[in-house]
């Protein structure tokens, strides 16, 4: 089962800031099948990025994705008001898929 | 468009069972895997296992093995998660996501999901 380690737990800034989350694999994650979603209370996950830099259909251009292998990255460039929330990574090229822990970022 | 509908809240007692429906539209059931995910109260999420809706064929995290199933009925384009044996630690909701391609070697994420299905499990 490949392990994913999200970093930090919580991250605090400010709208138009820059977010940088941080995800780390057990394993090597084959062809980057990596994707990241977030999450808002009491909704369902939302699919952002998938293939590691690939954004979704319909996510805006201020999400990017990054990273292959063991170490990947989802950027949020400015920060906008609808933006905090919590966000996964999940690994889907091997069963078990498995998800990190989440990263919350809230507002400063 | 693209939809999973999933059935309501249910308050169970401990020892029984449940059944949590997802309905697809706006698409071909039967070419797409279904995934079900757990997340208790503030906890992260759970992949419990995945069905596919051509075949029936199923695949299971080891830690749902033996006390979750998954079903499907093609002809009114439904999956089923059926949960046994309930405890207090069952607590949570439930969701489902649709996943890969059933018939083309295409690795996809979960690109949809139901709204969630809460089950409360409570003497």
């Known amino acids: 089962e490949i392990v994913l380690t999200q970093s930090p737990g919580t991250l605090s800034l400010s709208p138009g800031e820059r977010a940088t989350l941080s995800c780390g694999a057990s394993q090597s994650v084959s062809s980057s099948y990596l994707a990241w979603y977030q999450q808002k209370p009491g909704q369902a996950p939302r699919l952002l990025i998938y293939g590691a830099s690939s954004r979704a259909t319909g996510i805006p251009d201020r999400f990017s994705g990054s990273g292959s292998g063991t170490d990947f990255t989802l950027t949020i460039s400015r920060l906008e008001p609808e933006d905090f929330a919590l966000y996964y990574c999940q690994q889907y090229g091997s069963s078990p898929w498995t998800f990190g822990q989440g990263t919350k970022v809230e507002i400063k | 468009q693209v939809q999973l509908v999933q059935s309501g809240a249910e308050v169970k007692k401990p020892g029984a069972s449940v059944r949590v429906s997802c309905k697809a539209s706006?698409?071909?059931?039967?070419?797409?895997?279904i995934h079900w995910v757990r997340q208790a109260p503030g906890q992260g999420l759970e992949w419990m296992g995945r069905i596919n809706p051509k075949s029936g064929g199923t695949n299971y995290s080891q830690t749902f093995q033996g006390w979750v199933t998954l079903s499907r009925d093609t002809s009114i384009n439904t999956a089923y998660m059926d949960l046994s044996r309930l405890s207090s630690d069952d607590t949570a909701v439930f969701y489902c996501?649709?996943?890969?391609?059933?018939?083309?070697?295409?690795?996809?994420?979960?690109?949809?999901w139901g709204q969630g299905s809460l089950v409360t499990v409570s003497s």
């Open positions: 706006g698409y071909t059931f039967t070419d797409y895997y």
């Open positions: 996501a649709r996943g890969s391609f059933t018939m083309i070697a295409v690795i996809n994420p979960f690109d949809y």
